[in-house]
């Protein structure tokens, strides 16, 4: 692709309603009050009240608070109302055991209310009034080096009986929730409890206390602070036309579902009803101990007998479904591997014979072409494996043991069908070490992966100059590249373009390489904010301004396809899957150049086409934070050659926000009224009713889904209203509440 062709853009409820009135009180200002600092001067200097010893030097000869516990009267400096905590700490070499410390707490240790600890590498922060909801804030932080310096922050603004509280570490805010107001505050804080020595009362600790201070005053952070930005739209600019990126599912073998039971189309379109193409995995063997193989041994001549129905039977029910099958060629059978080795996806060893799998994935995609016809299947894409270098979970080989294996895949492919689309498949996310730094979901994945070397990258570097084990000449033929790609609520989406950036300079490098087709082969919000497993996705307004912003991303990086899993609940749109609604709307226009000015750290665009004579203007207002409610004003300027004139146009508009297309928090409600628990471990909004409340929440979701698609369906919330064009362009202004996205239709006046 002509890179010259390219256009990247440049760069409600009660909640939403205290963060209004927060705004209002503490957006850029400060209540008056006392401000308490202690610091290690010694304890005659401390705030009335407060009884402690102090002992030692920190680094640089700074004064430490090394012995506790300090207790400080909580009147006018700490309310149940508004706090401010601040903490200047230094990690200490106990931070990442199992010693738990204390760094402040209201009232009595046992039970505070309100409360700051440092344990196992992170921090941890409550203000839990006793009833209904606490706020539970936790920042993970293992890669603190023992001595350096952090400025922690924990505070809390209340309105009325409900309150935010947010947590931030080096001046980012790392962690926010809301919470109910304490009714009885208590009268003291402890500082320091546990912080070091025998003597402190806690036998050491995972952090050093420098300095701390207490205050009333409260100040809203950058990140959630209403603002306002220009967003201007070209439309004497255009670039690609906009292609749908979201047609391709992830329906797996692991989840059960295969395409040979009948009511699988079914319920495929029930999870995610945009499909057109499908992945079908593990079609050589390999996944389960108990069958389903297709290599059967040798001959006398050692030759490879197979039966392939199990496999074209899978991908018969695809076709026959009137979907287009991507053919995932692992595992490798057992039977060929010596010995295999099994984990939780399957046979993850590689082969002991190279040649002879050669000629198994030849004699598969023979097979192939004899049920559906060379011209058929040479439509079709081919990808060898998933995640080869998250080891030993999908690959339990070397490195250079996968290359091999790669190298001998493609060429079965390529003897058979020389002109079928290949790839070595998905890598793990490139930009992991940076994306999910300190805030993953799950400590298994991010220990394990902070664990091992990451080298799927090294495939682009094989691919170019490499030598190819089958041919021995240099290089292996790759015709698009993909990797994974998985979040959390709470991080930026900044890490996309980091992952997909990365992949983009590697593949650059080489001429043979360079413009390379890049997907997202997997692809999804994994965990909530507290880290809790999402397994059908997040379904509230939050997925909706997510999936905007990252569909301006993929647009920008000239992304072709990001795989899905889940964009509906037994066929209702979740928010996102209303957000494809409206790309569906601008597929195939010519898209528009847009540019942005403000100040604001927001994620908040545009994505801008023209098709069939009229504009089309989706835009976002998108904070990583659930409880982010920050008004973005936008000021919208839109310029067309035919506007030069004047006249007017006709602008209708539709909406998804908090009060529009969300149907699980009525689902929550109704459940919660009917008795169910809220299982343990389930993730905030969670798409799946079994996942969130057990088995009997199907039952509920289908007897009331009828009210659930209702409320999920997408609402016109302007209808051919007339704008009028001054000085060759259109200007209007939108109150973009965060988490919301808007899609104006513009067409020339009649």
């Known amino acids: 692709m002509n890179a010259t062709s390219r256009l990247r853009s440049v760069t409600t409820g009660r909640v939403a309603r205290l963060w209004l009135t927060l705004a209002m009180i503490v957006g850029g200002c400060t209540t008056s009050s006392d401000v308490s600092e202690l610091d290690a001067t010694g304890p005659d200097d401390l705030p009335g009240g407060a009884v402690a010893a102090a002992r030692g030097a920190g680094p640089d000869d700074a004064p430490v608070l090394v012995e506790g516990p300090r207790t400080i009267p909580t009147a006018g400096r ?136 207490l205050s009333t005053v409260v100040t809203l952070p950058a990140e959630l602070a209403p603002a306002r930005r220009t967003i201007r739209v070209d439309a004497s600019q255009r670039g690609d036309r906009l292609h749908s990126f979201w047609h391709v599912a992830n329906f797996a073998l692991w989840d059960g579902y295969t395409f040979t039971q009948p009511d699988a189309h079914a319920i495929l379109m029930g999870r995610a009803p945009f499909t057109r193409e499908v992945i079908v995995d593990f079609t050589l063997g390999g996944r389960f101990r108990d069958g389903g193989e297709m290599y059967l041994g040798v001959d006398d001549e050692g030759e490879a007998l197979t039966d392939f129905t199990t496999m074209l039977t899978r991908v018969r029910g695809v076709v026959d479904a009137g979907l287009t099958p991507w053919i995932m060629l692992e595992k490798v059978p057992p039977a060929m591997s010596d010995p295999p080795e099994w984990r939780a996806y399957g046979n993850t060893a590689p082969p002991a014979d190279f040649e002879l799998w050669h000629r198994y994935v030849q004699a598969a995609v023979a097979a192939l072409v004899d049920e559906f016809g060379r011209e058929t299947v040479a439509g079709w894409r081919f990808m060898v494996a998933t995640e080869p270098d998250l080891h030993p979970s999908h690959w339990a080989g070397t490195r250079e043991q996968f290359l091999h294996h790669l190298d001998y895949t493609l060429d079965a492919v390529t003897r058979v069908l020389p002109e079928a689309e290949v790839s070595p498949g998905n890598i793990l996310n490139p930009a992991f070490a940076h994306a999910y730094r300190d805030t993953w979901g799950t400590d298994a994945v991010a220990d394990h992966v902070r664990s091992r070397d990451q080298w799927g990258l090294d495939i682009i570097d094989h691919a170019a100059t490499g030598t190819n084990a089958v041919t021995g000449e240099t290089g292996t033929r790759v015709d698009f590249f993909s990797a994974s790609w998985y979040i959390r609520v709470g991080m930026d989406n900044d890490a996309f373009d980091r992952a997909v950036e990365t992949m983009r300079a590697r593949l650059d490098r080489y001429p043979a390489l360079e413009g390379t087709p890049i997907d997202i082969r997997e692809f999804s919000v994994l965990s909530d904010e507290r880290g809790r497993r999402l397994y059908a996705g997040d379904a509230s307004e939050w997925s909706a301004s997510f999936y905007a912003s990252i569909a301006r991303r993929a647009y920008d990086h000239d992304v072709r396809v990001i795989f899905e899993w ?112 809220r299982l343990e471990n389930a993730g905030n909004h969670e798409a799946s009713p079994r996942r969130l409340y057990g088995d009997e929440a199907t039952a509920l979701f289908q007897a009331n889904i009828e009210r659930y698609q209702e409320l999920a369906e997408l609402p016109r919330t302007r209808s051919d209203v007339e704008v009028a064009v001054e000085d060759g362009r259109i200007r209007m202004e939108l109150a973009m509440p965060a988490h919301s996205v808007r899609l104006l239709e513009l067409t020339p006046g009649r």
């Open 78 to 213: 700490l309310t149940a109302a508004a706090g401010t905590i601040n903490l200047t700490l230094a990690a200490d070499e106990a931070w990442g055991d199992e010693t738990e410390q204390t760094l402040v707490h209201l009232g009595d240790a046992e039970g505070a209310p309100v409360s700051l600890t440092a344990a196992r590498g992170r921090l941890h922060a409550r203000y839990d009034a006793g009833r209904g909801r606490a706020a539970n804030l936790t920042y993970r932080a293992r890669n603190w080096d023992p001595g350096d310096r952090r400025e922690v922050r924990f505070a809390w603004q209340a309105d009325g009986d409900t309150l935010l509280a947010w947590l931030m570490v080096d001046g980012e805010l790392v962690a926010l929730e809301p919470g109910d107001v304490i009714d009885a505050w208590p009268a003291t804080a402890v500082v320091g409890e546990g912080v070091g020595g025998e003597g402190a009362g806690g036998g050491g600790g995972a952090a050093i206390v420098h300095h701390v201070a």
């Open 566 to 677: 889940d964009h509906a609940t037994f066929g209702v749109l979740h928010p996102r899957g209303q957000v494809m609604a409206m790309l569906e709307r601008m597929v195939e226009g010519e898209r528009l150049a847009v540019a942005l000015d403000a100040d604001s750290p927001a994620d908040a665009g545009a994505i801008a086409a023209e098709k069939d004579g009229r504009l089309f203007v989706l835009i976002y207002h998108h904070r990583p934070q659930r409880h982010a409610g920050g008004v973005e004003t936008i000021d919208l300027e839109i310029a067309h050659p035919d506007m030069a004139d004047g006249g007017s146009w006709r602008l209708s508009e539709w909406t998804v926000d908090a009060e529009r297309t969300v149907w699980v928090h009525a689902f929550s409600a109704d459940a919660e009224a009917a008795g169910l628990e």
